[in-house]
């Protein structure tokens, strides 16, 4: 579902003198359907980079991004939108908060867009709050308020509610208790049992190692730092 070869990543500072950083070289990936790729490498290495242009936020200098057969790197803006609207997901590591939406509406939003009836997406926003133990008395209230943990924690919740067949996770479990860290774990296996192609950064090892198939080094794409 992610095939990726010979990938590389430049960026121009225009504010620097236009300075050209070579940051990724030969970058070649792949996750299939049902598998979990974690992307390791020290900071700095490219990991965030890498992710973002799996996402579409950042174009590749060149080489071949495939997400769902759709060329990242020459995709249109509609065919990502329509990507990320149907296929492709994103787990930030913090939730964007829209100030006056209540978390049950941040949570359903997802499908809302995909045309799921209203009813039937607020029950499956709702059945995930309470997975990830959100008090339901909060669930009418903006998020703006809530805690850090609460906010990342509606940010799980939104990124699981539809069944995306391509996911991105960047810390998933960072700074959860561990009964939260235990459900969230549990809709990722979940997610790769449904056949869900997942690539994540994770820092929690044995979170990594319970639910990845494999390692990818991102140093070995780091022009300089490459082993
Ligand atoms: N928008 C940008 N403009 C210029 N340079 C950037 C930009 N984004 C990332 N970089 C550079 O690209 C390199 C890779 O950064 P990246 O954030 O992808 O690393 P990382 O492996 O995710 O690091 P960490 O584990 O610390 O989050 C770094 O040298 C960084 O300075």
């Given at each position: 579902?992610?095939?990726?070869?010979?990938?590389?990543?430049?960026?121009?500072?225009?504010?620097?003198?236009?300075?050209?950083?070579?940051?990724?070289?030969?970058?070649?990936?792949?996750?299939?359907?049902?598998?979990?790729?974690?992307?390791?490498?020290?900071?700095?290495?490219?990991?965030?980079?890498?992710?973002?242009?799996?996402?579409?936020?950042?174009?590749?200098?060149?080489?071949?991004?495939?997400?769902?057969?759709?060329?990242?790197?020459?995709?249109?803006?509609?065919?990502?939108?329509?990507?990320?609207?149907?296929?492709?997901?994103?787990?930030?590591?913090?939730?964007?908060?829209?100030?006056?939406?209540?978390?049950?509406?941040?949570?359903?939003?997802?499908?809302?867009?995909?045309?799921?009836?209203?009813?039937?997406?607020?029950?499956?926003?709702a059945t995930l709050l309470s997975?990830?133990?959100?008090?339901?008395?909060?669930?009418?209230?903006?998020?703006?308020?809530?805690?850090?943990?609460?906010?990342?924690?509606?940010?799980?919740?939104?990124?699981?509610?539809?069944?995306?067949?391509?996911m991105l996770l960047d810390e998933?479990?960072?700074?959860?208790?561990?009964?939260?860290?235990?459900?969230?774990?549990?809709?990722?296996?979940?997610?790769?049992?449904?056949?869900?192609?997942?690539?994540?950064?994770?820092?929690?090892?044995?979170?990594?190692?319970?639910?990845?198939?494999?390692?990818?080094?991102?140093?070995?794409?780091?022009?300089?730092?490459?082993?």
């Amino acid at each position: 579902m992610i095939h990726i070869e010979n990938l590389s990543k430049t960026f121009t500072l225009h504010n620097q003198g236009g300075a050209v950083l070579h940051v990724m070289a030969g970058a070649t990936l792949h996750v299939g359907r049902g598998e979990c790729v974690a992307l390791t490498g020290r900071s700095g290495s490219g990991k965030s980079t890498l992710m973002r242009m799996i996402y579409g936020n950042y174009r590749a200098a060149s080489g071949s991004l495939l997400v769902a057969g759709l060329d990242m790197v020459t995709a249109q803006p509609r065919q990502v939108i329509a990507l990320r609207r149907d296929t492709l997901g994103y787990v930030s590591q913090f939730l964007r908060v829209v100030p006056r939406v209540p978390a049950i509406e941040v949570v359903a939003e997802p499908l809302l867009r995909r045309g799921v009836p209203g009813g039937q997406a607020r029950d499956r926003a709702a059945t995930l709050l309470s997975r990830l133990n959100i008090p339901e008395r909060l669930w009418s209230l903006s998020p703006t308020t809530f805690s850090g943990g609460e906010q990342q924690r509606v940010n799980i919740a939104r990124g699981f509610a539809h069944a995306f067949p391509v996911m991105l996770l960047d810390e998933p479990t960072a700074s959860l208790d561990a009964a939260n860290r235990e459900v969230v774990l549990t809709l990722i296996e979940d997610a790769k049992a449904a056949g869900a192609a997942i690539l994540g950064i994770f820092h929690d090892e044995a979170a990594r190692d319970r639910i990845c198939d494999r390692r990818v080094d991102v140093t070995h794409f780091t022009p300089g730092l490459a082993a």
